[in-house]
Every structure is written in structure tokens, then in C-alpha cells.
């Protein structure tokens, strides 16, 4: 079945500098690529995503790119802020009605 | 976006005993889902909940332990069972954006099983 690996588990980077979280996945189907940002305590929060008809979106600090022939995509944050950390999900889909298949989540830590 | 709530945040019960969760939605919504995630771990389906039609429920899940209803499109609830320390977990709901991928989360039930 689909599966998404995702790396590194945890990324401890100085405030000010960027933040790189990579992700694969098997299922050459999949066209949906979202990345959610889990604060503690909190539920999974939708921040960008990406369709498999475009290599690359960007909103603000924020960009996610995909590499379709590799199947990876990354999401890139940059000018990391302390309100930054958290742990950060991604997840494949073949979209519409279809379920998301998860990544084991990356610990996002931004050092003051 | 959607705006979800859950009830209640949390809760600490006894073995053996049962839990409904709720959770409410803002718009009408087709599809609603219901995840497990355990505590330092990614995200787990337990099932989907379409209105009008029974629960589909992924491998490892069934209906005797984990009921759902979804009585209409902007509510749906969640049953643990006859709960073990193993269901301590948080549990959420999530909604798929009508016409479109996006899924979006409410704020999680965190379960304790004592």
C-alpha cells in the first residue's frame, strides 16, 4: 500500500535561519500533497499544500515543492520564528474522496 | 475554511466504561473522519463517516468498539467502548472541504484510560 517517509524526526535550527522537512511516497497515484503544523496541545492545522500539477507553492515565509519523477516533495520555511516550533506533518493523497496517508512527523525546534 | 469544535477536550475515565465524543461543524460537510493519535505519533484513520450510510472503518477498527454516528452534515460522534488504558489517546475529527482535498482538523479529545 502507499507508504511516506518522512525526515528528519527532528530538526533543531537557529531562529533567523530556514528549516527544510522532506517527505516520499510510493504510490505514483497520488496527486494531493499537504503539510500540517501540530502545536502542542492542539489539533493539526493546514498550512500549504500542493496538487501534482505544479512543481512548486509559495505563501509568505512558507514554500512547498514537488519533485514528481522522484516523488518527494519539501516543505522550506524561512526566517524561522520561535512561534515556528511544533511538529510538522505531511501527507499524500490520490485526492478527492481518497484517504491521507501520513508522515511520522518531524519536530520542529527553533532555537532562540 | 471550516471551523470544528469537540466535546469534551478531555477526560480521564475507568476501564471498562464508554466515551462519546462529539464534534460539530460550522457548514454542511459530506465527508467527516475520525483519527486516533497516540501520544509522540502520527495520525491514524479509524474510519469515515458519509451521511445517510454506515461508518467505514479501516483495518484494526470495527464498529463494536469505536460506534460513530452522523445523524446529519454538521455533526458527528465518536464512541470509545468499553475502554483499556491501550485507548489513552487523542482523539480528532476532521472534515473534507466540499469540492475540494482539503481536510481540516478540530482540536482533539484527550483520552486517559485508567
Known amino acids: 500500500g502507499e507508504n511516506v517517509e518522512q525526515h528528519p524526526s527532528t530538526l533543531s535550527v537557529q531562529e533567523g535561519d530556514s528549516a527544510v522537512i522532506k517527505c516520499t511516497y510510493s504510490d505514483s497515484a497520488s496527486n494531493y500533497f499537504p503539510w500540517y503544523k501540530q502545536e502542542l496541545g492542539k489539533g493539526p492545522q493546514l498550512i500549504i499544500d500542493?496538487?501534482?500539477n505544479v512543481g512548486e507553492k509559495k505563501d509568505q515565509r512558507i514554500a512547498v515543492t514537488l519533485n514528481k519523477t522522484a516523488k518527494h516533495f519539501s516543505l522550506h520555511i524561512t526566517e524561522t520564528q520561535p512561534e515556528d516550533s511544533a511538529v510538522y506533518f505531511c501527507a499524500a493523497s490520490k485526492g478527492g474522496n481518497y484517504q491521507l496517508i501520513w508522515g511520522a512527523g518531524t519536530k520542529l525546534i527553533i532555537k532562540p | 475554511s471550516a471551523v470544528i469544535s469537540q466535546k469534551p477536550s478531555r477526560d480521564i475515565c475507568q476501564r471498562g466504561t464508554s466515551l462519546t465524543i462529539q464534534c460539530q461543524v460550522d457548514?454542511?460537510?459530506?465527508?467527516m473522519f475520525w483519527y486516533r493519535q497516540q501520544p509522540g505519533q502520527s495520525l491514524t484513520l479509524i474510519a469515515t463517516a458519509n451521511q445517510g450510510s454506515e461508518a467505514t472503518y479501516e483495518s484494526g477498527f470495527v464498529i463494536d468498539k469505536f460506534p460513530i454516528s452522523r445523524p446529519n452534515l454538521t455533526f458527528s460522534t465518536l464512541t470509545v467502548s468499553n475502554m483499556s488504558p491501550e485507548d489513552s489517546s487523542i482523539y480528532l475529527c476532521?472534515?473534507?472541504?466540499?469540492?475540494?482535498?482539503?481536510?481540516?482538523f478540530g482540536p482533539g479529545t484527550r483520552l486517559t484510560v485508567t
Open positions: 476532521s472534515v473534507l472541504s466540499p469540492g475540494a482535498y482539503e481536510q481540516y
Open positions: 500542493i496538487r501534482s
Open positions: 457548514s454542511q460537510v459530506t465527508m
